[in-house]
Structure formats: structure tokens, C-alpha cells
């Protein structure tokens, strides 16, 4: 079992910051990948940003704004969102892909309950 602790969220205004933070806890031998997801009410979930094997990739309405980090000895994994627009208005929920175990099977995904971000029009 992995558990998350997400914080961060809130309501900000138009051009505004958020910093978000997730922190994961369990059975974790390692952690190959994190990164977040955001889905809006009414519209498909969305990959913000993914960070992992020394690289991080950004949906292309994110790019140049948010900014994705890891701390691999607290399993936590940030995204920093600048000049926020309604559009990121959305539930913002981490994950991680983790080994739990010694074999090499003993790996998966795992999902945070998430964070609203709203950012009124």
C-alpha cells in the first residue's frame, strides 16, 4: 500500500501562484516516476506534468508556466503553477510509479486523492 499526502491547493487570482506538494508514504522500495494529473469538471483528465529517468515533460498548456520537481529522499514530488489562468481551474491529484516490493513484478501506479485548484474568471 501507498498513501499520499497532497497540499497546496487554494484559490488564487488570475496571474497568481500555487505551489502544490505530495508526499508518498507506504511500501516504496523506489520510485521510478511522479507527476500530476488535473481534471475539470465536465472535461477528460488531463497529464500535466510527468517527471522521471532525469527528465520531465509538460502538457503544452502548461509549458513555460509550471514547473514539475522531485525530492527522491522524501518520495515528494512539486509543481510550482505561475501566472494561472480558469483554465487550470481542476482537481490537481499526484502520482507515482512505484516498486513496493523485491521482485521485479512488485511495481505499479498509484493515485493521490487531490487538491482543487480554482482560479475565479
Known amino acids: 500500500q501507498v498513501q499520499f499526502v497532497e497540499s497546496g491547493g487554494g484559490s488564487v487570482q488570475p496571474g497568481g501562484s500555487l505551489r502544490l506538494s505530495c508526499t508518498a508514504s507506504?511500501?516504496?522500495?523506489?520510485?521510478?516516476?511522479m507527476g500530476w494529473y488535473r481534471q475539470a469538471p465536465g472535461k477528460q483528465r488531463e497529464l500535466v506534468a510527468h517527471?522521471?529517468?532525469?527528465?520531465?515533460n509538460y502538457a503544452d498548456s502548461v509549458k513555460g508556466r509550471f514547473t514539475i520537481s522531485r525530492d527522491d529522499a522524501k518520495n515528494a514530488v512539486y509543481l510550482q503553477m505561475n501566472s494561472l489562468t480558469p483554465e487550470d481551474t481542476a482537481v490537481y491529484s499526484c502520482?507515482?510509479?512505484?516498486?513496493?516490493?523485491?521482485?521485479?513484478?512488485?511495481?505499479?501506479?498509484?493515485w493521490g486523492q487531490g487538491t482543487q485548484v480554482t482560479v475565479p474568471s
Open positions: 502520482y507515482a510509479y512505484v516498486q513496493y516490493g523485491p521482485s521485479v513484478g512488485d511495481a505499479g501506479p498509484y
Open positions: 517527471i522521471g529517468g532525469g527528465t520531465s
Open positions: 507506504g511500501s516504496i522500495f523506489s520510485i521510478y516516476a
